[in-house]
């Protein structure tokens, strides 16, 4: 590796928890083999949620995990402490490396710790609460998407800037983004990164299926519920996960000997005002966004080897983020290798993006495109060169991220080969 710009900032480790896996090992080989995650999650037979699906066909994330060295159990804090472990590990990031008050911490979330939230309002529905026989703190901190960086902080005790993103499925892509402006500005030598989430609640899901954004696919085997950019697909599956990054200016990470897995060449955040669900059916603001990424990254559009796409495997999405990637990379899109992983984990919603970009630095690194699970019959109206069932083996020196969130927080990223 050659290092050639003081200010160039480099991703030295990569933690991951998915549906595929509890490490970025176990979950990239599984997806290489084109394995879906999705489980009948029999824990909730007796569930209420009412859908128009068994409610139980879901992708899952072990909650198992032990959310050791924090106040809270929920989930998602198990899930974004094994991700940071796993991170710092990966970067061979010791204490004596970097000062306390040089750590920043980025790390974002949807929505926060949902079941902490559930078990607080029943606590005040039964009156416990405003009594005083149950006061737990960890009821009111657990309110805020705070949470999992705040846990991450005191474990690790991280006295820098700390800041938690919330911008839906975007919150990923967009913590890094934020995380590498902490670098340049000087603010941190090092910064912890990433997104968890853990909405595989009944509230969560039957808000998610009044919105129809859910299959409703009756197919007996729920592996092929989530088909992105399949000409059958109706809606993608809730899945939980979480990823985290370790980020570090380039002179930092060789001072301390760290190999880089990734260099970090940049993102940036655009907005689609057009409604909470639907995107611009135009394509023109991704479009932009695209191509602005390139630019401000300095990186020409046939220099990308591997694009991996939102792809929700919602009827419209798709198409538009399709035509947008052919109106941005013109007659290049034929030849573009192009991932959509949806299929294989769900939609982690607000750590989509970062446990997403985890497999896009493993991509970098064995230089293979991974399948796109359920991708049976491609639907002619996304033209894009998707893999199906087999991973493709192909040089990659640079490679792109895209992430859209509820609402309309669209974020990009372009990491290359160190």
């Excluded at 989930?75 to 990966?90: R, V």
């Excluded at 696919?217 to 399949?230: A, I, M, T, Y």
């Excluded at 990308?304 to 798709?318: E, M």
């Excluded at 997403?356 to 399948?371: G, K, R, T």
């Amino acid at each position: 590796m050659s290092i050639v710009c003081h200010d160039e900032i480099v991703i030295t480790g990569v933690g991951c928890v998915s549906p595929l896996g509890l490490d970025l090992e176990s979950s990239w080989k599984r997806l290489l083999a084109a394995e879906s995650a999705t489980r009948r999650l029999t824990e909730w037979s007796s569930t209420s949620v009412k859908t128009s699906v068994d409610p139980t066909l879901y992708f899952g994330a072990p909650h198992s995990l032990s959310p050791s060295n924090s106040r809270s159990d929920d989930p998602i804090i198990g899930l974004a402490l094994s991700a940071t472990e796993q991170a710092l590990n990966s970067a061979e990031f010791s204490d004596d490396h970097c000062h306390p008050e040089r750590r920043g911490c980025v790390f974002g979330t949807s929505k926060g710790a949902v079941w902490q939230q559930t078990e607080m309002f029943e606590s005040f529905r039964q009156q416990e609460f405003l009594s005083g026989e149950d006061s737990s703190f960890d009821f009111i901190n657990d309110l805020f998407a705070t949470a999992p960086a705040q846990a991450i902080g005191r474990r690790w005790n991280f006295r820098g800037c700390s800041l938690s993103p919330v911008a839906a499925c975007a919150t990923g892509v967009v913590s890094l983004i934020r995380a590498a402006e902490l670098l340049h500005s000087g603010q941190c030598d090092m910064v912890l990164a990433g997104a968890a989430d853990a909405s595989l609640h009944p509230a969560i899901l039957a808000s998610f299926s009044r919105l129809g954004v859910l299959s409703t696919n009756d197919d007996e085997d729920p592996s092929r519920l989530c088909r992105p950019f399949d000409r059958h697909r109706d809606g993608f599956v809730v899945g939980e996960g979480a990823a985290a990054f370790v980020l570090e200016r380039a002179e930092h990470a060789l001072a301390r000997g760290a190999q880089p897995l990734a260099v970090w060449n940049g993102g940036m955040i655009f907005s689609d005002p057009t409604a909470i669900l639907q995107m611009d059916s135009s394509g023109e603001i991704i479009r932009e966004l695209i191509e602005r990424t390139l630019r401000q990254t300095d990186v020409s559009a046939k220099q990308i080897g591997h694009l991996n796409l939102h792809g929700t495997a919602t009827a419209q999405n798709d198409v538009v983020e399709a035509a947008a990637v052919q109106a941005a990379f013109g007659e290049l899109t034929e030849d573009l290798p192009c991932s959509a992983l949806k299929g294989a984990i769900g939609h982690l919603l607000g750590a989509a993006g970062a446990v997403e970009l985890a497999f896009l630095i493993a991509s970098l690194q064995d230089q293979v495109i991974p399948p796109t699970v359920n991708l049976n019959d491609p639907d002619p109206a996304c033209v894009l060169s998707l893999r199906r069932a087999e991973p493709q083996v192909c040089e990659i020196h640079h490679a792109m991220k895209l992430s859209y969130g509820f609402g309309g927080t669209m974020a990009s990223a372009v990491i290359s080969k160190p």
